[in-house]
């Protein structure tokens, strides 16, 4: 039996999450896409007890979305017994009373839609490279050279292991993204972002649960990995 997961819902306050950003030392144009701001931001809501994956949204609205282990009303007590006020001002904090559980059980064979937001890279040697060029760099002599498309949705695939079987992916919005990492110093990281997009099929109820909880691929203290489901 797997942990039950929670998903939350929270809007932000854009000037608010970079007040609180400049305050803790941690705004930088290097931080392109806000993941290590959010990331500073939810530890001084919750502490160990951060929502991951979560999913940083841009649009109309700035919001995130993200998994816990812990339901809503807990991480609401966390909040407001421990964080500072600058951190419980970029958010409604009370909108953690809304928080849904996710279902306990998933009937092997359900097809669902979904979407993803995720850094595809490969490591090796304590570097990251894209996983499209790394893919590029090891071509031998008359291969034809796969898609971008096609390298990614392979790589899916592997991630979700024998949690869902992928049925069909594509390539939605691809960029390389300017990272900040604090323990990177002053080095600059370029990483990819790219939103996938398909149809999955629950192979085990337990093992999908768990990839739910653990997300895709790497960075996702970061604002990456989060699966997020829909009917197929």
Not at 19 to 46: C, I, M, P
Not at 191 to 200: D, F, N, S, T
Request: with cysteine.
């Amino acid at each position: 039996m797997t942990t039950p997961l929670t998903m939350l819902e929270l809007r932000l306050n854009p000037q608010g999450l970079i007040r609180f950003a400049q305050e803790n030392s941690v705004n930088r144009n290097r931080d392109e896409d806000l993941g290590y701001a959010t990331h500073a931001w939810l530890k001084a809501l919750f502490q160990e007890r951060s929502p991951k994956p979560y999913r940083l949204i841009h649009g109309a609205s700035l919001k995130l979305l993200g998994y816990s282990s812990d339901s809503g009303p807990a991480l609401l007590e966390q909040a407001q017994a421990f964080a500072s006020p600058l951190a419980l001002g970029v958010t409604r904090i009370e909108d953690l009373q809304h928080a849904k559980p996710m279902p306990n059980e998933w009937r092997p064979g359900r097809r669902l839609g979904f979407e993803v937001v995720v850094c595809p890279t490969s490591r090796k040697e304590g570097h990251e490279k894209d996983l499209y060029r790394h893919r590029m760099e090891r071509l031998t002599e008359g291969e034809r050279a796969p898609s971008r498309e096609t390298v990614y949705r392979e790589w899916l695939k592997k991630q979700m292991g024998d949690a869902a079987r992928l049925e069909t992916a594509h390539l939605e919005k691809f960029r390389f993204v300017s990272h900040y990492r604090r323990e990177m110093g002053q080095k600059k990281l370029e990483r990819p972002q790219a939103l996938l997009k398909g149809v999955l099929t629950v192979a085990d109820s337990d093992t999908f649960n768990r990839l739910l909880a653990r997300g895709i691929g790497r960075h996702r203290a970061f604002g990456y990995g989060m699966l997020l489901l829909k009917p197929a």
